[in-house]
């Protein structure tokens, strides 16, 4: 299964290309507020795809939470039904692609805990300097395929 990860403005290209026929979508957008305009919309894969997972989930730390009246457990309660799909694109043989606003943080986190759960190399992404994962979405992520796995009696390919 291969992990990449897009910024907006690059998986727009992409979409008007050749858009990958195997491939998966995870798909982070701004939800709406004060930091958007009125127009500003998800990225449309409707021409190419419609197996996405898209979700509207703010680019915060820890530290902010409260600032968005959120607190850990409250932020991106999506996550269990993404653990699924991510399983199910793994069971189907996808490729994932992971895509978020500036291809930096949110898709990165999330593509960090896909590695790190399923082929223990997640720290690769951590290291490259293009990437600034984000850490609540990398431990909700890894979390949610951790519980689903458990539940599900996955066992993954390093035999654990």
């Not at 309660?77 to 692609?97: H, R």
């Not at 986190?109 to 759960?117: M, S």
């Amino acid at each position: 299964m291969k992990i990449s990860i897009y910024s907006r403005k690059s998986i727009e290209k992409l979409l008007e290309k050749d858009f990958p026929e195997n491939a998966v979508v995870i798909s982070f957008y701004d939800p709406p507020g004060k930091f958007r305009d009125a127009e500003y919309r998800p990225v449309d894969y409707s021409a190419k795809t419609n197996c996405v997972f898209q979700v509207a989930l703010h680019d915060i730390d820890l530290a902010v939470l409260p600032k968005y009246h959120l607190t850990y457990e409250t932020y991106f309660p999506e996550v269990d039904d993404l653990a699924e799909f991510i399983f199910n694109a793994k069971k189907e043989g996808k490729d994932i692609i992971c895509q978020c606003e500036y291809g930096e943080s949110r898709s990165s986190g999330c593509a960090a805990a896909i590695h790190e759960y399923f082929y223990k190399d997640g720290i690769k992404i951590f290291a490259d300097y293009r990437y600034y994962p984000n850490q609540m979405v990398y431990h909700k992520v890894y979390d949610a395929l951790e519980r689903y796995g458990i539940e599900n009696d996955v066992i993954r390919e390093s035999g654990e």
